[in-house]
């Protein structure tokens, strides 16, 4: 009896301090959290660097809204803009380095150039998010084959693990990120694919080798 009483003691106590603990979060503190938890099931045991991610929080944006060019800002007008980051975006093509702004709206992504916006994705239309299973911060966006879209975004991102989790939550497509090994088919436009190839090296590079492949180390 005196046994089944101390672990009831102890089932109540440990409920106190979890209760005390959830109600003395902050609400910023709570959405750091939120977001962890999604990065946890998106990554975790899949991705290298995922450990050393967990210490490191969450900034709700690392560029503010006036840092955007006004004419960008007139162009998504009555869209809520929740996270803007640097980018390095590779052309499809000839997967020439490009830096870019990655703007994530309540409804949208947008891929800008200093006063222009050079692609919309509809988070409605998004058909899937990859990465690699390496350390590198490559993600490629996956968008369908219409007349709207010249084909999927593939971009370089310092703070991976915090871009793809704030995309996939405000998309509402956690279910549609793919960590991949090796290697990933991406679509260049014009009913056309490309391969993306992920290797180990001495050192962090990008480069188009000798058939035609982006090769990321």
């Given at each position: 009896?005196?046994?089944?009483?101390?672990?009831?003691?102890?089932?109540?106590?440990?409920?106190?301090?979890?209760?005390?603990?959830?109600?003395?979060?902050?609400?910023?503190?709570?959405?750091?959290?939120?977001?962890?938890?999604?990065?946890?099931?998106?990554?975790?045991?899949?991705?290298?660097?995922?450990?050393?991610?967990?210490?490191?929080?969450?900034?709700?944006?690392?560029?503010?809204?006036?840092?955007?060019?006004?004419?960008?800002?007139?162009?998504?007008?009555?869209?809520?803009?929740?996270?803007?980051?640097?980018?390095?975006?590779?052309?499809?093509?000839?997967?020439?380095?490009?830096?870019?702004?990655?703007?994530?709206?309540?409804?949208?992504?947008?891929?800008?150039?200093?006063?222009?916006?050079?692609?919309?994705?509809?988070?409605?239309?998004?058909?899937?998010?990859?990465?690699?299973?390496?350390?590198?911060?490559?993600?490629?966006?996956?968008?369908?084959?219409?007349?709207?879209?010249?084909?999927?975004?593939?971009?370089?991102?310092?703070?991976?693990?915090?871009?793809?989790?704030?995309?996939?939550?405000?998309?509402?497509?956690?279910?549609?990120?793919?960590?991949?090994?090796?290697?990933?088919?991406?679509?260049?436009?014009?009913?056309?694919?490309?391969?993306?190839?992920?290797?180990?090296g001495p050192e962090p590079q990008v480069f188009k080798d000798k058939t035609g492949q982006l090769?990321?180390?």
């Amino acid at each position: 009896f005196l046994m089944q009483t101390s672990e009831m003691l102890q089932k109540i106590c440990v409920r106190n301090l979890v209760r005390k603990y959830c109600r003395g979060l902050t609400a910023e503190r709570k959405v750091q959290l939120q977001q962890k938890v999604v990065t946890s099931a998106v990554f975790s045991g899949k991705k290298e660097g995922y450990l050393e991610s967990l210490s490191q929080p969450f900034l709700e944006t690392r560029l503010k809204e006036n840092d955007l060019n006004p004419k960008v800002l007139q162009l998504i007008r009555g869209e809520n803009i929740k996270y803007v980051t640097p980018v390095v975006k590779y052309d499809r093509n000839g997967f020439k380095a490009r830096e870019r702004l990655l703007v994530l709206t309540q409804s949208s992504a947008y891929v800008v150039e200093m006063a222009k916006i050079k692609q919309k994705i509809e988070y409605s239309t998004l058909k899937g998010i990859s990465t690699s299973n390496l350390s590198d911060g490559i993600m490629v966006i996956h968008v369908p084959e219409d007349n709207k879209q010249k084909g999927d975004v593939i971009l370089q991102c310092e703070h991976i693990f915090e871009t793809v989790t704030k995309l996939c939550i405000l998309a509402n497509k956690q279910s549609a990120v793919k960590v991949v090994k090796g290697s990933l088919r991406f679509r260049v436009g014009s009913g056309k694919e490309g391969t993306m190839v992920f290797t180990v090296g001495p050192e962090p590079q990008v480069f188009k080798d000798k058939t035609g492949q982006l090769t990321v180390v």
